[in-house]
């Protein structure tokens, strides 16, 4: 079973979102279907049933209990010789998201469960995969385009553990768990 940390969207930011990525219809690009869009905290990946035990009862520590507010503005992208990611940015000036992805990892490894570490973790909602260099100029016109737009706020008042299912359409995310943060 493939599970990942995540943090859900409100409902007309993810539509907004989604209805950006369409723009992206370029060939070579995969856009992230509207009700798979979130923010991963972290990426844990197969674990059987037993391993799922451990995670389910996680509860982030001291101030990581409040809920926080978040910004996403913005469209960059992941990629060096070209964009392989592109992603909508996401403010976490309040470096709340960044203490959860290694509270969260130390805590998993405190069970002899390995985490993924990711020396620079950006925060950031994914919009879709660059699979071919065909419609670089549109994708590379609508970043510059997007790279400044703000796209809303809200707080994050909630903790998901999701687990991912591979189809032939692509991932079905599921939620598997919820951790309720205090206002």
């Known amino acids: 079973m493939r599970i990942f940390l ?19 219809d370029v060939e070579g690009f995969a856009a992230v279907k509207e009700e798979n869009i979130h923010i991963t905290v972290q990426f844990i990946g197969d674990i059987g049933h037993k391993g ?23 469209i960059s992208y992941f990629g060096t010789r070209m964009p392989r990611v592109i992603y909508a940015n996401v403010d976490d000036s309040g470096g709340n998201i960044r203490r959860i992805n290694e509270d969260f990892s130390s ?19 994914t919009l879709g995969r660059v699979k071919s260099p065909r419609g670089l100029d549109k994708i590379y016109a609508l970043l510059s385009t997007y790279k400044d737009t703000e796209f809303g706020n809200f707080t994050v008042d909630r903790l998901y553990i999701k687990k991912s299912e591979l189809h032939g359409e692509g991932p079905v995310y599921s939620n598997v768990f919820c951790f309720k943060l205090y206002l």
């Open 6 to 24: 995540a943090i859900d969207l409100p409902v007309e930011l993810r539509a907004r979102l989604s209805r950006i990525a369409e723009e992206f």
């Open 52 to 74: 799922l035990k451990p995670v389910e009862k996680y509860r982030p520590t001291g101030s990581l209990r409040k809920s926080f507010g978040v910004g996403v503005s913005g």
């Open 107 to 125: 805590y998993l490894e405190s069970y002899g469960i390995t985490v993924k570490h990711e020396d620079t973790f950006v925060p950031h909602v």
